[in-house]
Antibody, heavy 120, light 111 residues
């Protein structure tokens, strides 16, 4: 059974940093692109970033470029999102998602999400 | 403002058919990138409902169907049930943004 479990969310002050983790199990992690998607309270979904199987390609939504870094550890089946210079508008539930094997094929499994709150 | 557009809400009585449109542009749907649909029940994570414009993952009822025409795609729900009350999002890839984009979401209400 595919499982994605996020952790690391919490309350952080504006300008602060936070590192999210996603533990993957039930599939060969190293063979899939992985994504982070967020959802602000009461709002819609926003794709944040994704990373290629070997970590050699990474893409970000414009609003987080230069502030967020996506990475992975295939040996430990883990996905990460390092967030710096956090702003109030980064407040959201952050989901880890497995991208389908087909290029640009969407995400077929999602974690339960972890809440990040940026507030003083 | 979303790159993809969806109606904010649709509603129907139990058993009826409802459709949700998703309109894009020449850098996403019109460029030939597939559209995927997600269902998000209240308080839960999104679930893949339709991938590649019209394909259902295993376990998704055939009451849900997707279609594409030009730069627009649609999700249809036939035989509407109370359990279908949820938010529905379309998603595609946008070449000008070099990333995925979501529609703003459509709330489905069963009357």
């Amino acid at each position: 059974e595919v499982q994605l479990v996020e952790s690391g969310g919490g309350l952080v002050q504006p300008g602060g940093s936070l590192r999210l983790s996603c533990a993957a199990s039930g599939f060969t992690f190293s063979t899939y692109w992985m994504s982070w998607v967020r959802q602000a309270p009461g709002k819609g979904l926003e794709w944040v970033a994704n990373i290629k199987q070997d970590g050699s390609e990474k893409y970000y939504v414009d609003s987080v470029k230069g502030r967020f870094t996506i990475s992975r550890d295939n040996a430990n089946n883990s996905l990460y999102l390092q967030m710096t210079s956090l702003r109030a508008e980064d407040t959201a539930v952050y989901y880890c998602a497995r991208d389908r094997i087909t290029a640009y094929g969407g995400s077929d499994y999602w974690g339960q999400g972890t809440l990040v709150t940026v507030s003083s | 403002q979303s790159v993809l557009t969806q109606p904010p809400s649709v509603s129907g009585a139990p058993g009826q058919r409802v459709t949700i449109s998703c309109t894009g542009s020449s850098s996403n749907i019109g460029a030939g990138y597939d559209v995927h649909w997600y269902q998000q029940l209240p308080g839960t994570a999104p679930k893949l409902l339709i991938y590649g414009n019209s394909n259902r993952p295993s376990g998704v009822p055939d009451r849900f169907s997707g279609s594409k025409s030009g730069t627009s795609v649609s999700l249809a729900i036939t035989g509407l049930q109370a359990e279908d009350e949820a938010d529905y999002y379309c998603q595609s890839y946008d070449s000008s943004l070099s990333g995925y984009v979501f529609g703003p979401g459509t709330e489905v209400t069963v009357l």
